[in-house]
């Protein structure tokens, strides 16, 4: 059967698509040279549903996440491929990945979480993933958490792991959460 | 005749019937397959954080716009066969939250970044819903055509987030890009899981005749005078 379109011509769709929602290298850049006080935000509409805004400072980083319900109490991995140490006197750049928890009460319909890195200047949007329990692998997640600059606390993530669990009912990794959910507990994972 | 799917190639000769023979028939039978599309509709508005009785009434708005005959008519010559009611009825609806939203910006929404941490001026970091305008709205139909699509929100990340980049080739000479490899890793899955994944919902996307009328509307591929039906 004929394809209705091509692979190519996906692919040049979803460039397309976006190179119009991000915001360009060089628009950030003018920003956080311009304006230094000005946040960066990127608004992804549903159905991903979710608003990054980045407040640049000199020597910290303001990120704050809005979205709707599908990120109601979810785990979140963000990554920054391009970071800056700001308080070192010799600055490195580098790839840096957090995790953070959302809140499981809403404003208005809108789940918001802020944090702040300190001592590290973002010079972009980050990616953002939303953990899916029902297909990740915990062992991932176990090194990713491991290697993270920002994550919450064993409790927090105990608390996830068990809001998740009929989620992972019938699972192959069940298993291996209910071992990670012990080895938390236990203090041994992070 | 019946009409039971709101996304099939009838709702099309319905909408021609009205509009050019004034089929009242064909009127009401839009109007039940319009009305079929509630939940997904009220669901959505709340989504853009519009409370339960509001969504409700900005649904109810939504279905009235999108029904009125100089609607459908405007539709009906702008898009002809192609026209897809579904689409019609989420601009309306996203219309509809549009205003609502500007009108409630005059309230207090979210706590600002400043108000929470103290540390700012000008307040200048409000995050707000965004003020929806066309290109707005294309690419929240265009995202939702994917997911609906590919009625799966793992998958919906991973082409989210690996077409950020070009290829998997690893050379990273950009930011912002993503190998699959990366992408995995952000889901916490392996690399196996989403290369196998990415390889089936850019080939569920490429056979999916609601996400390639949808980038004809917006105007994203030409057809040029092919025929894929």
Redesign the interface.
Known sequence: MRELITHEELMRILAAIQSEQEPSQATLQAAAEDQPEQPLTLKLPEPIDLEILVDPGSSDTILCLTGGEKWRGALVQCQWESTVGATSDKETTGSLHIFLLMPTEASLGRYQCIVTLKQHRLETIPSVARIVPRYSDPKELQSRLQSAVLKPSAKELIGWIDANLRELEGTRHRDRWMALRQELSEGRSL | MQHGNLFSGDVSELIRAFVVENDEAAYEQLGRLALQRTPQLIA?A??????DPDAEDLVQDAFCDALKPESLKAIWQKHGEQVDLDTHLFTKLRGRISTYTRKRQRRP???S?DS??GT?GEP??E?S??ALDE??DS??L???AI?DCLQN??D??I???A??T?DDSGT?S?????TLK?????????HD?ARYRWSQA?KK?????K??RL?LEIG??DDGGKN?A
């Open positions: 959505y709340k989504g853009r954080g519009v409370p929404r979210h706590l970044l929470l941490l700012r200048t970091a995050p819903l965004p290109e707005v690419r929240a265009f995202w939702q997911y929100d793992l919906l990340q082409l989210w987030l077409t950020r070009t990273q950009q930011r912002n890009c993503l990366q992408v995995a890793q952000m889901l916490c899955i392996s899981n850019t996307l490429r056979n999916c005749p996400f390639y980038c994203l591929i894929h």
